[in-house]
């Protein structure tokens, strides 16, 4: 009788490949559930339009914009950072939705990569993310938001807000496995606000305490709207004697992105892989 060989191990190659075409079915089976709950889509969809309409015409006729300027030009970047920040919220809430109904549990069971859960969630939220810049940038124009620069720096603007919304996805991801209730997870989604308040999206810092402005500054909030409006040439652009990440905020914000990615991808696959032990 002839003896059986042992099967080859996979290669690293092989692994990365697998683990490739699992997220990418994950992440179409994320897509199928906002399909199956279009309540959800339709207002991830409107919430963006509708934060362009009550911040530029209620805010608008009440704040001026340094060294002048139309007010919802100024708003519009602080307004694209907001929505590219909500990544953690939506994202926090699915994980952990999955987590307590036994979801994450039923996928550890099946033979998938360890990493295709995470990465499923945080594709498919990189993908809505994209339909909602789509529907502010049309509300935008709609009020009167113009880019200057030209589509290569919008274009290279719209990229560095969707390389931050998928490194932010990775902490949403990292939250939803720690709280493992839907609950709790609601109950820290406020706890976003302050973070997007505390900045110069929406109002110059400048009438700020000086505590309250130095936090304001190195907010990555912050950040990615003086990047954003460097790159579309829109009103509000930092002195020249600004905090080094609103004095370099294309740089400031491709940082926090590496970061985040370096702490958090690592975190959430290792979290998600000793839930069942």
Same mark, same amino acid.
């Given at each position: ?11 690293? !190659? ?17 897509? #199928? ?54 990544? @953690? ?8 939705? $999955? ?34 810049? @789509? ?56 706890? @976003? ?5 505390? /900045? ?5 810092? $400048?009438?700020?305490? !000086? ?5 304001? $500054?190195?907010?990555?909030? /912050? ?12 009103? #509000?652009?930092?002195? !020249? $004697? ?15 992105? @590496? ?19």
């Amino acid at each position: 009788m002839t003896a059986l060989s042992p099967a080859p191990l996979a290669t690293p !190659a092989t692994r990365l490949r697998w683990a490739v075409a699992d997220g990418l079915t994950l992440v179409g089976r994320e897509l #199928g559930r906002i399909r199956r709950e279009p309540g959800q889509l339709i207002a991830a969809l409107i919430f963006p339009a509708f934060m362009v309409l009550l911040f530029g015409y209620v805010f608008g006729s009440a704040i001026k914009v340094p060294g002048g300027g139309n007010y919802r030009e100024y708003l519009m970047p602080g307004l694209f950072t907001m929505v590219t920040f909500t990544s @953690v919220m939506a994202v926090t809430l699915n994980v952990a939705t $999955d987590a307590a109904n036994g979801v994450m549990d039923r996928f550890r069971s099946m033979p998938m990569a360890r990493s295709a859960v995470p990465f499923g969630q945080t594709g498919a939220d990189a993908l809505l993310g994209v339909l909602n810049m @789509v529907i502010m940038a049309g509300a935008g124009l709609v009020v009167g938001w113009r880019p200057h620069h030209g589509v290569v720096a919008t274009l290279q603007a719209f990229l560095l807000l969707a390389a931050l919304r998928y490194a932010l996805s990775w902490v949403g991801c990292y939250l939803g496995l720690v709280v493992k209730n839907e609950r709790t997870a609601d109950q820290l989604i406020p706890l @976003v606000f302050p973070v997007t308040m505390i /900045s110069n999206a929406y109002v110059p810092t $400048d009438g700020m305490p !000086a505590w309250m402005r130095v936090v304001a $500054d190195w907010n990555p909030v /912050s950040a990615a709207t003086a990047a954003c409006r460097d790159l579309f040439g829109n009103p #509000g652009v930092p002195a !020249a $004697d600004a905090s080094w990440p609103l004095a370099h905020p294309v740089a400031a914000v491709l940082l926090w992105t @590496v970061v985040l990615l370096a702490v958090f991808v690592p975190l959430s696959i290792r979290t998600y892989g000793r839930r069942g032990r």
